[in-house]
């Protein structure tokens, strides 16, 4: 093993505040794809507002597609944060320390972006306000007992913790930018951190916010993709639909996909800002080794609601599976399903070598939540398609040129702002690299020992 090097705080500062100091040609060539690939998102938004939903792939009886598929895939992927960062910080798990940003970002953005997705899929996006009881005497009466009520509030408690958690981590990483920009630059981190001295009360202040916040978000974490489940589970008219164990199945399901997000965020970020020294083979490891546990899990979920499915032996269930299962393209998207998601990472998860291998573990991230979103998809349109219990109405469901391209607008729009945040903070925390540097000689890593930072291999 190689003996560990302490790498002095001012090349830490220099290599992690790079991005925010520097603009090298790729990067604006990409922010210039991701903005071109958001505007034309709005421009359908504001084509389907003019035109109204005719305009999409969304019929009777399926009123549900790739908005509401998107909707819970970003809900899924904004749980990577407290995952990451919350429960690994109450667990004292030392290697988080370089994903913990990235995950708390994500999470962010996603809920950010996946609060768009109820109003695209309103034929009246400016009365968003009505699912909130904000007036009970113009006559509008929410159920308050509905889950689709309990949504927006859930998200919005989600958003404003994550952000609140966000916000404390990185205080002390805006004074030194404060302190390393001047003129207008300098104003603005000045304004943003607050009074930042570093002073040992206003440590304490922080490190007792933090553990606070992870264990206030950890309910509302469980809550969220609960909620989002529920959504379907309190239907009793669509096959499919009606199974008690979806909240767990929806909130594992979520961190499967989620910490996968993070991975190939984390790669992508090695890879632009060539951060060897801070993301290391030994974090890709132990990412590697959680979503194994996670990704199992998941599936007996998985298993557990397809099988009790079939229990009862009613027609209508073994249709639907049959539909899933033997039916073009439902069929091809189930085999990207449970071969992206699960049969083809997992397994090769199990090997060191792949595990430690950047570009395996880039593109076997990816697969997993293009099968997570194929899941979503799964669940919600052929259930819709075939709505047996009450009128027997069938249908199919092509998406439009429409739901595509904001669809597409999304993922961009997440790419984009992660950017733009990495054009203006630290996407790695300085002091948390700082800190694990200053209060460990070796990081423990499953049943090894690894220097904790190093300057070369």
Known sequence: MQERVFLPNKQINDDLLKGSFETPWWYLAWMGLFAALTLWGVFAFGYAINKGLGVTGLN??????????????????????????????LAKAEWRRPATRAAELLTVLSLMVSALHPIFHLGRPWRFYWPFPYDFSRGIWPDVRSPLVWDPHA???YLIGSTLFVIIA?????????????????????????????????????????????????????SVHSIVAWDFAVNIGTEGWHV?????????????????GV???????????????????EHLESLAKLLIVIATVWFYFFFLEFIF?????????????????FTWPYNLIAFVFLF???????????????????VAMFITSIMVNIGMWCERFLIIVPGLARKTNFNFSWGSYTPS?????IVVACFSLIFLLIMSFAKVFPLIPLFDIKEGQTLSDDIQIGKRTVPALRVEE
């Open 401 to 405: 040129w429409v739901e595509i391209s």
């Open 263 to 281: 991975v190939t965020m984390l790669i992508l970020l090695k890879w632009m800002f060539k951060w060897d020294d801070y993301i290391r083979q």
């Open 155 to 157: 998200i919005f408690t």
């Open 170 to 222: 990185l205080i002390p990483d805006i004074a030194v930018l404060r302190d390393k920009t001047k003129g207008v630059a300098k104003v603005f981190y000045g304004a943003l951190a607050m009074g930042w001295r570093g002073t040992p009360r206003q440590w304490k202040i922080q490190i007792v916010a933090g553990f606070l916040l992870s264990g206030l978000l950890l309910p509302v974490f469980v």
């Open 309 to 325: 499915a079939l229990y009862n032996l009613e027609d209508q269930e073994i249709a639907l599976r049959e539909l899933q299962a």
């Open 244 to 260: 008690t164990i979806f909240a767990p199945y929806f909130v594992i399901g979520a961190v499967h996909s989620g910490v996968s």
């Open 60 to 89: 009777r009886p399926i009123m549900w597609g790739f908005f509401l598929t998107d909707f819970i895939f970003w809900v899924g992927i904004s749980h990577a944060g407290v995952m990451l960062s919350a429960i690994l910080r």
């Open 340 to 358: 992206f998601g699960y049969l083809i990472p997992v397994p090769l998860w199990l090997f060191r070598r792949v595990r430690r291998n950047w």
